[in-house]
């Protein structure tokens, strides 16, 4: 039996805008989400002799992990009863931070179980990805995704121009649903109206989005909770970046450079930060393959 791999891409939000809430008390959104090549390193192979089912091993993150629950997901759907294999996921990406790390990383192992067990298809990984989080569908084909309805709606867009990512993690880590509760307390969705607006704008660009789209509602929410947010900001445009947002609900901070080497030179100026800066550049579907 071998051991196969697989990288799941950390990804951002180049544009995330809020609308109303929904009855399933979710909100409607409208976001562009870009995997990047920062990403976990994870690899599906047998447990250990004796080992009565599957495990994880994540140095780094405690308790449930998402991408057991994902190979489990798989196991039930399939009914694929190979005998237990243990999951080993390297963190590269930022943990609650904003960058889907942990919905990464579900998909990646929904990857795995598919090329192992040679069951399932594409549309059952996405069946099952929709039932384990709201972000993971779009990591189901990392890449340059449209994400609308509450994240659920996706249509993949093609790959955009290269260009260099200056991510600035946090020391904290906030919850996505704390940032999405601070949302609602002060008060930052817009109407049905100007969110279905936003999105003709967006379509138009084919996601290649103009300054004036790149845009995060939940930036705000964020930074209520976390207000040193602002300084990471500050970093970024001081460091040279074209654009600088909170990344999805939070807390690292991205900035965009239209030359790669100017994001590399950026981190380099900001090596003596802690945490360190990681550079990035955006990456297609092929950045997840298992081998
Ligand atoms: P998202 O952008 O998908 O909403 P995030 O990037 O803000 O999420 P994650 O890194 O996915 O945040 O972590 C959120 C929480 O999920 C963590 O605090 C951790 O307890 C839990 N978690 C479960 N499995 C994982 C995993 N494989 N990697 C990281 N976190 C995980």
Known sequence: MSVLRADAPGKTNVCLYLGPTRSDGRHELVTVMQSLTVADAITLGPAPAGAAQDEVQCPGVEGENLALSALRAFRAAT????????????????????????????AAALRLAQADSGLGDLA???????ALGADVPAQVQPGRVLATGAGEVLEPLGPPEPY??????????????????????????????????????????????????IHNDLEAAARSLLP?????????VGAGA??????????????????????????????????????????????GQVT
């Open 79 to 106: 009914g694929w009863d190979a005998p237990p294999r243990r999951l080993t996921i390297d963190k590269r990406v930022p943990v609650a931070a904003g960058m889907g790390g942990g919905s990464g990383d579900a």
């Open 124 to 130: 059952l990984l996405y069946e099952l990805a929709a």
């Open 164 to 213: 260099g990512v200056l991510i600035l993690p946090s020391r904290h880590a906030l919850s996505t649903a704390d940032v999405y509760r601070e949302a609602d307390r002060i008060g930052v969705a817009r109407s049905a109206e100007e969110l279905e607006a936003i999105l003709k704008d967006i379509q138009e660009f084919a996601g290649d989005l103009p300054d004036a789209l």
């Open 228 to 236: 040193e947010i602002g300084q990471a900001l500050v970093e970024a």
């Open 242 to 287: 074209d654009r600088a947002f909170v990344s999805g609900s939070g807390p690292t901070v991205v900035g965009l450079f239209s030359v790669v080497e100017e994001a590399q030179a950026a981190a380099q100026a900001l090596a003596g930060r802690d945490p360190a800066p990681i550079v990035a550049t955006p990456v297609g579907p092929g950045a």
